[in-house]
DNA sequence: ACATTTTTTTTTGTTGACAAAACCCCCTCA
DNA sequence: TGAGGGGGTTTTGTCAACAAAAAAAAATGT
């Protein structure tokens, strides 16, 4: 386990907040208040908002402060295309580099999220529905791929519980996954492309359609 | 123009000097010396080079350090196939949102690549090739891309320069320019993107070849 | 009453000092 | 001779104070 300063603790503590919806979007964050909650220098608070500021999740104006990023339909567009674009990515090498073991991981995720459908829990859904992909990103072993698509996860996150529904049809939803492990197990790098970038256009209408009712 | 702190500022001198080889890979760079050598404190320094972590140019280590990133055979990989991946997006999208001053934008870099490689010196024709690419990202009005891909692209010229040649059919490489400049120009999001993953393959064949020589 | 200028307050920017961790050299002892 | 342990040095981690900029509030003049 790497070491850590208290700066990147606060990090965490900070995007959890953020995360769990602690703060209104457009909020400023003063280092002061944020200094004095979490008691630690504004210094230390000062590194933690960097690392924020770095993934997205907050905006700094120099000399005005921080302030939650707030997420308008052009960004939801950017964080959709380009996390498609990645994950697309991350199948073609997932199936490249294909194991046994890296196998029984995506069996497994599989299962989770089969699990998590039946229960017809929205939280329980999305959170296997990450964990499965976050895997096949694992399996890519593209280290930078992985960095750029955990800030995406996180950004995804702040605007996915403002939607009133994630997806509709479960059934689709379950099936889509199916054949993207099965692609990917089989050691298709250019079917597993392709599946993945379908799942995401699929995904992607149904974000056009919530969109458009603003 | 955007105001900016001395840490930014900092920043841009260091990571030039960087790019400009003053230092050896892998070394630490310790921050009493960058305090010293830029006449800012250490907090500043700190700020600065938390900035190079995050573009991947400098690697941090926990009470240790901070060190001029060594690039190895899958660096180079990760770059190179995530920077394939985010010029094939960006060609498409650059189609997509196409407009008659984007055409004119993409014939005259085209034109700077043409005499560039006239002139047959390697950095204009990397700085041309560079430029190119950056318009197509420019134009595909997705600011999050253009932001990674600019990192991408400092740490593309990391190691260019330590490759022998770029590439050895100029010809070639024009024409290929030509196409996607073209499919672009016609709008075609499809093509352009096809074309653009293509031509990256080529690319990284050469790639390839020139790694397997370590 | 309104616009403008001045003053005050709030917030970020920068710095130097001190604490904590890692590193390095040398000494000891089996 | 070499493995292990101190102790001093170097380097990073954290902090609180002060400076600079921006924002807010108050005063002024028309």
Same mark, same amino acid.
């Given at each position: 386990m790497?070491?850590?300063g208290?700066?990147n603790?606060a ?5 959890? @907040?953020? +995360?769990?919806?602690a703060?209104q979007? &457009?909020?400023q ?8 909650q979490?008691?630690?220098? %504004?210094g230390?608070?000062?590194t933690s ?9 907050v %905006?700094?104006?120099?000399?005005? &402060?921080?302030?939650? $990023? ?5 960004d939801?567009?950017?964080?959709y ?10 199948? $073609?090498?997932?199936?490249?580099f294909?194991?046994?073991? &890296? !196998?029984?991981q995506?069996?497994?995720?599989? =299962?989770?999220?089969q699990?998590?459908? !039946?229960? !017809?829990?929205? $939280? ?5 529905d990450?964990? +499965? ?7 890519s072993?593209?280290k ?8 995406? @996860?996180?950004l995804?996150?702040?605007?996915? =519980?403002?939607?009133?529904?994630? $997806?509709? =049809? ?6 889509e996954?199916?054949v ?5 197990s089989?050691g ?6 392709l ?9 992607g209408?149904? +974000? ?5 009712a603003?």
């Amino acid at each position: 386990m790497l070491k850590r300063g208290l700066g990147n603790q606060a990090a965490e503590v900070l995007r959890n @907040e953020i +995360l769990s919806g602690a703060f209104q979007p &457009g909020e400023q964050i003063t280092e002061e208040a944020l200094s004095a909650q979490l008691g630690v220098s %504004r210094g230390t608070i000062r590194t933690s908002l960097q690392q924020l500021v770095h993934e997205g999740m907050v %905006r700094y104006e120099p000399y005005k &402060g921080n302030f939650i $990023r707030p997420l308008d339909a052009h960004d939801v567009w950017e964080i959709y295309t380009l996390r498609n674009s990645l994950e697309a990515l991350a199948s $073609r090498f997932a199936a490249q580099f294909i194991t046994s073991s &890296g !196998k029984d991981q995506l069996a497994a995720a599989l =299962n989770n999220l089969q699990t998590a459908i !039946k229960s !017809k829990q929205q $939280r329980a859904i999305v959170d296997a529905d990450f964990a +499965l992909h976050l895997i096949i990103v694992e399996l890519s072993q593209h280290k930078r791929l992985m960095v750029q698509y955990k800030q995406l @996860e996180n950004l995804t996150r702040l605007y996915i =519980n403002t939607l009133v529904g994630y $997806r509709t =049809n479960l059934e689709e939803l379950l099936e889509e996954h199916v054949v993207l492990v099965e692609a990917i197990s089989q050691g298709d790098p250019d079917k597993s492309e392709l599946i993945a970038k379908e799942h995401n256009t699929v995904d992607g209408q149904f +974000l056009q359609t919530q969109l458009a009712a603003d």
